[in-house]
């Protein structure tokens, strides 16, 4: 189906945007916080603008997923920009509205203590059953160095987890 949509096939797409919007909002949730849903809109607009682009090689929803974490890496970057230039001021957070289960935030605060990369690495892997090649590929980087964010980032959850049942 992928073929169909670097065709130019909308009905394709249509079907493609149904079947990986759910994991790709998931995913993106979990990396980005309260931007996910604009994230994955932008990432399925890039897809769409860039169907010729994909090659078959590798899944669909791998490279979706891609696209989708290359946005938030450009959108993060971007904040970075703007709170260097605004140095000094005061700048508000946002929380998410919707309430959440005890495990939903000890889950939260734990991946909110790791870095993007390993927080990425662990939802890919253990939250969305991604192999760690195919996590690689979603991410960009080299299978090694998401098998070291993968142990880096358990190893972190694990002392927290162990330094929250000493308390």
Not at 91 to 97: G, K, L, Q, V
Not at 129 to 153: D, F, N, Q
């Amino acid at each position: 189906m992928g073929q169909r949509v670097a065709g130019g096939d909308r009905a394709a797409f249509q079907l493609l945007v149904l079947r990986h919007e759910g994991r790709l909002r998931a995913f993106l949730s979990r990396a980005a916080g309260c931007d996910a849903d604009d994230l994955a809109q932008e990432a399925f607009v890039r897809a769409w603008q860039r169907a010729g682009d994909y090659r078959g090689q590798g899944s669909y929803a791998a490279w979706i997923m891609g696209i989708g974490w290359r946005l938030f890496l450009d959108q993060r970057r971007t904040a970075r920009r703007r709170e260097a230039l605004a140095a000094g001021e005061e700048i508000s957070t946002i929380s998410d509205p919707r309430p959440a289960s005890d495990a939903a935030i000890d889950a939260d605060r734990l991946l909110g203590a790791l870095s993007p990369q390993e927080r990425a690495a662990l939802t890919l892997c253990f939250g969305h059953g991604w192999s760690h090649s195919e996590a690689a590929e979603i991410m960009g980087v080299p299978l090694g160095t998401v098998k070291s964010l993968v142990l880096r980032g358990r190893a972190k959850a694990q002392k927290m987890i162990g330094e929250g049942a000493d308390a």
